[in-house]
């Protein structure tokens, strides 16, 4: 039998290993300076307790244990850190800055030969509101990506509030039902403008609804943006998550980050728990998103507490795709050469002390001997 890995699982060898290594440790160190304190969470999970945050739309890997418990392997961070928030870190001061790097599982067809593994590095600000604190979210994610090596990348900003406010009067209306409304959601998470406008031509759907839902995708630019859009929906009544973003975008203009953050009202993510602030980090010539993120105040509602809260997760693979298209990858593996002493020819005792001595000043000393390579039976 040839040894294989899972369909969509892969080994990591030393190479690669110690380039994931020193990404995480790169970013780590930039969070830590934000004042991001350090967690890890458990890799599997009850999906009943898990499900209490928010819809699961990624297919997670399910299980039983011994216990006829039904389990998932993580597909998120962001619900385990909130369960963590409401019951084992409910009785801390708020606001909570907590920071983590993760691996994550999601179920994929075998036709679409996705990997089912991969790298999650983010943060999770619990009991921040506020313009300042969308600034602080967006601001920390600019510094992680350059932190990890990357110099070209764009963050684009929406908020889910107006959207989802006017899905709301479309039901409300009679004329669409909550089926119809979760079709739509899918539809902007999905870019997919074709379907937008099917959508629009429900019967008996007021025109003026319509013809935002089809406008609102396609507005993108900076602050202006954001005034273009309130002139849209401020008739319909409909003000939810402009102001804030407009009071967020102005503090990212002061610090001069336009050239790399822009307001695009196509970003609408497929979780069900974002309330307000949503947006995705891009790389040219990357085909999917580095990472995404927004604001969740409601999440914790469903795990017994209340307290706003906003974050991102990026992915390491897709950092290390978008430096590889960059061609500024370091190999730079050690931060001194591996010196290499063969044992066999030196008093063994001796030379444990003296490579004790070298790694005491920060030089990676390694032991040689003569041996062979595994060979195949």
């Known amino acids: 039998m040839i040894p294989i890995t899972p369909r969509g699982f892969k080994d990591v060898l030393p190479r690669e290993a110690r380039w994931r290594e020193s990404i995480v440790t790169k970013t780590r160190e930039t969070l830590a300076l934000w004042g991001y304190a350090p967690i890890e969470t458990p890799t599997l999970e009850v999906l009943e307790v898990l ?43 708020l606001p909570l800055r907590l920071r983590y790097a993760e691996r994550v599982y999601r179920e994929e067809e075998s036709q679409r030969a996705l990997s089912r593994q991969f790298t999650q590095i983010g943060v999770e600000a619990i009991g921040l509101e506020g313009a300042y604190a969308d600034a602080e979210i967006i601001l920390l994610l600019t510094d992680a990506l350059k932190a990890a090596g990357l110099r ?9 509030g107006v959207l989802r406010e006017l899905l709301d009067l ?34 008996g759907l007021c025109s003026n609804y319509a013809d935002v839902l089809c406008k609102l995708p396609t507005i993108t630019g900076k602050a202006q943006a954001i005034a273009q859009v309130e002139s849209m929906v401020a008739p319909l009544g409909i003000v939810d998550g402009l102001e804030q973003l407009a009071s967020t975008y102005a503090i990212i203009e002061v610090l001069g980050l336009t050239s790399q953050v822009s307001i695009d009202f196509s970003v609408v993510s497929a979780y069900d728990y974002y309330t307000g602030l949503v947006f995705e980090a891009y790389a040219p010539g990357l085909g999917k998103a580095l990472g995404n993120g927004g ?12 307290a706003p809260a906003a974050g991102f997760a990026v ?45 005491a000043d920060g030089q990676a000393v ?5 041996s062979k390579k595994a060979e195949e039976k």
């Open 315 to 359: 992915s390491l693979e897709c950092i290390m795709q978008a430096l590889l298209n960059e061609e500024s990858v370091e190999q730079a593996l050690t931060t001194k050469p591996l010196l290499t002493v063969n044992i066999e020819d030196a008093n063994p005792a001796a030379a444990f002390v003296a490579a004790a001595r070298m790694r």
């Open 51 to 93: 499900e209490l945050g928010g819809t699961l739309t990624s297919t997670p890997f399910k299980l039983f244990d011994a216990d006829n418990e039904l389990l998932v392997l993580r597909p998120d961070v962001t619900l385990q850190v909130a369960r963590m928030a409401a019951s084992r870190l409910k009785k801390e001061d």
């Open 152 to 160: 070209d990348f764009t963050i684009a900003l929406g908020t889910v």
């Open 295 to 306: 604001r969740y105040d409601r999440m914790l509602e469903g795990f017994g507490a209340s």
């Open 366 to 370: 390694s032991f040689g001997s003569t």
């Open 170 to 203: 479309c039901v409300k209306s009679g004329a669409v039902n909550a089926e119809w409304s979760n079709d739509m959601l899918k539809a902007f998470h999905a870019g997919n403008y074709v379907k937008i406008e099917q959508l629009t031509q429900a019967q």
